[in-house]
């Protein structure tokens, strides 16, 4: 329950926010941090970290686990017909998923301690729940609205007609933790 612990959010650019005092425990981003000019990426969370201080990124990608949901193979052929790209293929797996942050972090100088978490988490979701998900990723809100309503449709129908009606999405979670010297 993060409740009791007090916080301060902001709307501005991270690049050009400045608050008043610059004296925080933990600076966390989630899903957001590669949108940072890198220019400020290390440097700006230093300026604003108490000594000892943490920068906690948390990043997700979709894998495809052994065993995994057989649905993601079956999918490319609606990416294909209705979004055709060399680039359509099923989710990779969680081992072929690289470092996320930190090597980055290492490499910043930055960070006197730099650790990372790994967890793989399955999502369940219905048609409707998937495809409103879907919704959400700027490359299909950049869609043309009739190719989106193709694809989404006929992702719909598939994931509907399967026995129980649901895809189950595996996320690969990555915590990188940076500590700055104390």
Do not use: C
């Amino acid at each position: 329950d993060l409740h009791s612990f007090p916080t301060r959010r902001s709307s501005d650019l991270f690049e050009r926010w400045q608050p008043e005092t610059a004296a925080f425990d933990a600076i966390v981003a989630t899903a957001a941090y590669h949108w940072i000019d890198p220019e400020h990426r290390y440097a700006k969370p230093l300026a604003l970290l108490k000594p000892g201080g943490a920068l906690a990124v948390v990043h997700g990608h979709h894998v495809l686990p052994a065993g995994g949901d057989t649905i993601w193979a079956e999918l490319q052929d609606d990416y294909n017909a209705v979004v055709p790209s060399p680039d359509n293929a099923p989710p990779p797996a969680p081992e072929a998923i690289v470092a996320e942050w930190a090597d980055e972090f290492r490499d910043s100088g930055v960070f006197a301690r730099v650790d990372e978490r790994r967890h793989l988490q399955p999502l369940v979701y219905t048609a409707d729940e998937y495809v409103d998900v879907l919704g959400t990723f700027s490359e299909n809100i950049a869609m043309p609205a009739d190719q989106r309503d193709e694809l989404f449709g006929r992702i719909h129908a598939r994931i509907a007609a399967r026995p129980d009606a649901t895809v189950t999405k595996h996320f690969l979670l990555t915590l990188t933790v940076g500590l700055t010297p104390a």
